[in-house]
Each structure stands twice: as structure tokens, then as C-alpha cells.
């Protein structure tokens, strides 16, 4: 069935650093592909979204490209800050279009 | 526009006790959803609803039911509360396939 995989934390960053979250999924079809950020003590909401290959999402300084040959939708900023500090979710629209297959969540520290 | 509410923020059970989560929706999005979260495990679905009138398991529905009132209302029902059932529950919405919408969560905890 279809899955995600992004890359474990948590990651901890100096103010200022570059950020890269990996993300890789497995799945039949052409599925949109999402990053949710969750704040503490809060629900998820969307951070950016793609929903065809070579199209790139962005939001708040956050970027990801859409890429079907390496299916992948790695996550990057290029300068964080410590608001930035969170959990951030992949995730995908499964085949059906009824459900969100999410990964597991990376968290984010970010020293100031 | 409040989104997606969520009641109550946070609740307490013994062992054996019932409850019912409310969540409600006021963007007349079709689709709604129970998920809850734990520690390094996620977000994992326990139910959806495609559409009014219809409800679908998802991956963790055990100990669980679900009831889609109407178009905006989704509640969870926990029969007869487990330890393993404390968690962070979260409702959301969909309009059509793409992005959900999350209310704030309810945090549950079974002495």
C-alpha cells in the first residue's frame, strides 16, 4: 500500500541554519503530496502541497519540489528561526482520494 | 469561520468509563476524520467518513465508534475505556482529495 517515510529526529539547529527534512514515499499513481507542521499543544495544518511531479509547494520560506523519479519531497528553508520549532509531517493523498497517509513526524529544535 | 472544534480539550476516565468526542466542521467539507497520535507513532486514522451517511474504518478502530450526525458533526465513542486508549485525538475535515483540515485535539487520559 502505499507509505512514507521521512527522516527521523529529532533535528536540532542553530538560528540561522540551513534546514533539509527528508521525505520518501511509496505510491501507485499520482498522488498530492503535503507537508503539515504541528506547534506545540496544537493541531496540524498545511505548510505547503504539490500535486504533480516537478511542481514545487512553498510557504513561509519552506520549499519542496515533487519528485516522481526519486519520489521523494524533501523538505528545506534556507535560513530557520527558533518560531520555527515544531514537528513537521509528510504526508500524501492515498490512490482513493479519501485518506492521508502521513509519516511518522520529524521535530525541530531551533537554538537561538 | 471557527474550522474544526473539538470537545472537550482535555479529559480524564477511569478504567471501564464511556465517553463521546464531539467534533464539528463549518467549512461544509464532505469528508471527516478520527486519528490519534502518540508518541513516535504519529498520526494513526481509527475512523473516516467519506461523505454524510457513511463511516469506514481506518487503521486502528478497535475499542472505538463512530457517528456522522449530519454534514458538519463527527463523534467519537470509546465503549468502555482501556489505559491503551490514552492518547491525543484529533478531528479534521476535507473538502475533495487534498489538504485536511485539523481541529486542536483532545487529550485523553485512562487510569
Known amino acids: 500500500g502505499d507509505s512514507v517515510t521521512q527522516m527521523e529526529g529529532p533535528v536540532t539547529l542553530s538560528e540561522e541554519a540551513f534546514l533539509t527534512i527528508n521525505c520518501t514515499y511509496t505510491?501507485?499513481?499520482?498522488?498530492?503530496l503535503f507537508w503539515y507542521v504541528q506547534y506545540p499543544g496544537e493541531g496540524l495544518q498545511l505548510l505547503l502541497k504539490?500535486?504533480?511531479?516537478?511542481d514545487k509547494g512553498s510557504n513561509k520560506g519552506f520549499e519542496a519540489t515533487y519528485r516522481k523519479e526519486t519520489t521523494s519531497f524533501h523538505l528545506e528553508k534556507g535560513s530557520v528561526q527558533v518560531s520555527d520549532s515544531a514537528v513537521y509531517f509528510c504526508?500524501?493523498?492515498?490512490?482513493?482520494?479519501?485518506?492521508?497517509?502521513f509519516g511518522a513526524g520529524t521535530r525541530l529544535f531551533v537554538k537561538a | 469561520n471557527a474550522g474544526v472544534t473539538q470537545t472537550p480539550k482535555f479529559q480524564v476516565l477511569k478504567t471501564g468509563q464511556s465517553m463521546t468526542l464531539q467534533c464539528a466542521q463549518d467549512m461544509n467539507h464532505n469528508s471527516m476524520y478520527w486519528y490519534r497520535q502518540d508518541p513516535g507513532m504519529g498520526l494513526r486514522l481509527i475512523y473516516y467518513?467519506?461523505?454524510?451517511?457513511?463511516?469506514d474504518k481506518g487503521e486502528v478502530p478497535n475499542g472505538y465508534n463512530v457517528s456522522r450526525l449530519n454534514k458538519r458533526e463527527f463523534s467519537l465513542r470509546l465503549e468502555s475505556a482501556a489505559p491503551s486508549q490514552t492518547s491525543v485525538y484529533f478531528c479534521a475535515s476535507m473538502a475533495r482529495p487534498s489538504e485536511q483540515y485539523f481541529g486542536p485535539g483532545t487529550r485523553l487520559t485512562v487510569t
Open positions: 505510491a501507485t499513481g499520482y498522488p498530492s
Open positions: 467518513s467519506a461523505s454524510e451517511g457513511t463511516t
Open positions: 504526508a500524501l493523498s492515498d490512490t482513493g482520494g479519501f485518506k492521508t497517509i
Open positions: 504539490a500535486t504533480k511531479a516537478d
